[in-house]
């Protein structure tokens, strides 16, 4: 699909950034486990801190094809970046879209300026695919005026570095489809953040628990009515997966990059390995998937901006995309070789990164049941 000359110029602009930003820390971010804060920063600068915000809260207000070109290129300097930035742009987009007047008002102007960083909150330890089945609830006390959240949530991206979370919780513990929206301040009592998890990649964003202890909130933080938590959380997540789709694009086209710059350079026989048939056709498989991801990515952030339902065709994309990534740096990695298993060379965290793009906003199978229900109708 055609971009428009402005996305076409913001395209450019992130890969710059990614450039010279992103990609000469990515390696060390990684091998330290640490999150690159000098790169939010510039992100903010750039106004991708407030990518979803409304341009009356002092957004950039962007369609969801431009959100797509914008996680495709940051994803292309580092996944973990990211993945951080998108998750920071779900939690605007519920507070823009479900919070009232006030609500904006506190918390979306800084959150454009890239502080407090949000983060996502509805998976828990045993409910992750199925989330009705949480176990996180919030009590109504003082008449109505305030809510009590208690439980703990997993797999929080953002979980350490996060000022603000929307977090979701039944209303009744006994009814599964009580599950609300709330937000909550990070630094509220009774709220504590556990250890950070030890990951296969994606190491330099950081990923914990969040445990609430009678975590009080005004009333006003409740975001959603009693009972439509999911259903927001499943518009909100429609957008998430094609964003989700657009990084994994991205981060195949930096393992497809590094392969063709190697395979150029890389002699044997007496010759570069791109003169032997079996790379060339690794390289030829490896653009297609790309090429096909994107195109899908496209097209599902395009039907939302015609408001279309996206659901289908955004689960199609984030499915053929995050299965290509793994296929794709698999490859990479395959044609490096014994280097290619090696941190000298970006293709060995590009491949670990890969993986967690088909299991997080949804895995591979829920977005195969969410394709095959739609084709019979269900």
């Keep these: 699909m055609e971009l428009s000359a402005t996305q076409s110029a913001i395209r450019e602009a992130v890969r710059e950034f990614a450039e010279s930003e992103i990609r000469p820390v990515a390696a060390e971010a990684d091998r330290e ?144 489809e009580s599950v609300t929206q709330f937000l909550v301040p990070t630094d509220a009592d009774g709220l504590e953040v556990g250890k950070k998890e030890d990951k296969l990649g994606l190491r330099a964003s950081d990923t914990t628990s969040l445990l609430f202890d009678g975590v009080e909130i005004p009333a006003r933080y409740r975001l959603t009515e009693p009972g439509r938590g999911l ?45 032997i048939q079996s790379i060339r056709h690794k390289l030829a498989d490896m653009e297609t998937d790309v090429r096909a991801a994107r195109a899908l990515t496209h097209e599902a952030a395009a039907a939302q901006d015609r408001g279309e339902s996206a659901r289908t065709a955004a689960s199609v994309a984030k499915y053929f995309a995050s299965e290509a990534a793994v296929d794709v740096t698999n490859e990479a990695v395959q044609i490096h070789g014994g280097y290619g298993y090696t941190s000298e ?14 299991i997080y906003e949804g895995t591979s199978q829920i977005q195969k049941n969410i394709v095959a229900r739609d084709l019979l109708g269900e």
Excluded at 108 to 123: K, T, W
């Design 33 to 176: 486990g640490t999150f690159p804060e000098a790169v939010w920063d510039g992100l903010a600068d750039l106004d991708l801190t407030g990518l979803t915000v409304p341009e009356a809260n002092g957004g950039f207000d962007a369609d969801r094809l431009t959100y797509a070109v914008v996680n495709e290129e940051i994803a292309y300097g580092s996944l973990a970046v990211a993945t951080a930035l998108s998750v920071h742009c779900l939690t605007t987009s519920c507070i823009a879209e479900f919070g009232d007047e006030s609500v904006r008002e506190e918390w979306l102007p800084e959150m454009v300026d890239g502080r407090p960083v949000g983060a996502f909150a509805l998976s828990e330890p045993d409910a992750g695919s199925n989330p009705a089945e949480m176990s996180t609830t919030a009590s109504a006390v003082d008449d109505g005026e305030a809510y009590v959240i208690d439980g703990k949530k997993q797999w929080i991206t953002n979980g350490e570095r996060a000022g603000v979370a929307v977090v979701f919780a039944k209303t009744d513990p006994d009814d599964p």
């Design 231 to 275: 259903a927001a959380a499943f518009a909100i997540l429609t957008g998430g997966r094609i964003g989700i789709a657009a990084q994994s694009v991205g981060l195949a086209q930096a393992a497809l990059d590094e392969a063709v710059a190697y395979a150029g350079e890389r002699e044997q026989f007496d010759r570069p390995i791109a003169d």
């Design 345 to 358: 060379f970006p293709v060995e965290r590009l491949y670990r990164d890969a993986k967690v793009t088909t």
